[in-house]
């Protein structure tokens, strides 16, 4: 954007340099063409910005299905240990408390379904309880769900990185909010969940600073443009004696006076 802001600005320093148009309507040309090359670029802008949205929230829908699975895996673990504890060794059988540290989450569950099948190899009477059968499967089946959802979330994922990455997302993405989003794996389950897009306000900011820079710029070619006209009129004009009105250089009297020139 900023490139194009200067090009803008040096288009008017170009056009008012020339001899053949008036101030008014190079400036009129100038503040077309800017005004359409802002258009250009707002439009050009809104598309990438809904594109990355668009990705953005398919990356997020992805990690709260994920996320959706953990917690729902550690309740039913919670269940299966309140059967558990009927046949023994309640100092290993504690509640899992869904946190914010998911992976601490992921991990106690983990150690918690392997210290009740431990106790299920113990005690048949455990491991042929029509409830603890029940939960296992469901278990097992989360545990299914929870890869068929890490898969799609890292589909999403990777769609969203990739267009990020491409010229010119890649030169505006991280100014706009949108950071690259972290792969699944259990090292980075809290990345995931801190994963944000932006909300808008950066957008507008964006856009803000971009309008004062482009009114900046406009103004700065603009007194450029002037000085342009007025060397250009100072080198195509001479000064009667008399009056000392300014007229141009073929002309034989003065435009103001009538003197004629010698």
Do not use: W
């Not at 998911?102 to 106790?119: C, G, H, P, Y």
Request: hydrophobic content about 40%; some cysteine; proline content about 2%.
């Amino acid at each position: 954007m900023r490139l194009i802001l200067l090009y803008a600005a040096s288009s008017l320093i170009f056009f008012t340099s020339g001899c053949g148009r008036g101030f008014s309507d190079t400036v009129s040309s100038f503040i077309s063409f800017l005004f359409l090359t802002s258009i250009v670029v707002i439009v050009f802008a809104v598309v990438i910005y809904n594109k990355l949205q668009q990705h953005g929230q398919q990356v997020k829908a992805g990690h709260a299905n994920v996320l959706t699975m953990i917690q729902k895996r550690a309740d039913l673990v919670n269940k299966l240990m309140d059967i558990a504890r009927e046949y023994g060794a309640h100092e290993k059988l504690t509640h899992i408390t869904v946190s914010n540290n998911l992976v601490d989450t992921f991990q106690k569950t983990n150690e918690a379904i392997t210290n009740v099948s431990a106790l299920a190899t113990q005690y048949p009477d455990l491991k042929a309880n029509a409830t603890y059968q029940k939960l296992m499967e469901q278990i097992h089946s989360i545990e299914s769900d929870i890869q068929i959802k890490r898969e799609a979330y890292n589909s999403a994922v990777r769609g969203y990185n990739s267009y990020r990455l491409q010229i010119p997302q890649v030169l505006i993405a991280p100014a706009l909010g949108f950071k690259e989003a972290p792969y699944f794996d259990l090292e980075n389950i809290q990345a995931i969940k801190e994963f944000r897009t932006d909300d808008g306000e950066m957008l507008k900011n964006a856009i803000s600073q971009a309008t004062s820079r482009a009114v900046d710029m406009a103004k700065k070619g603009i007194e450029k443009g002037m000085e342009n006209m007025e060397r250009a009129k100072s080198q195509n004009s001479k000064f009667c004696q008399k009056c000392g009105a300014r007229n141009n250089v073929t002309a034989k009297f003065c435009e103001s006076c009538g003197t004629p020139f010698e």
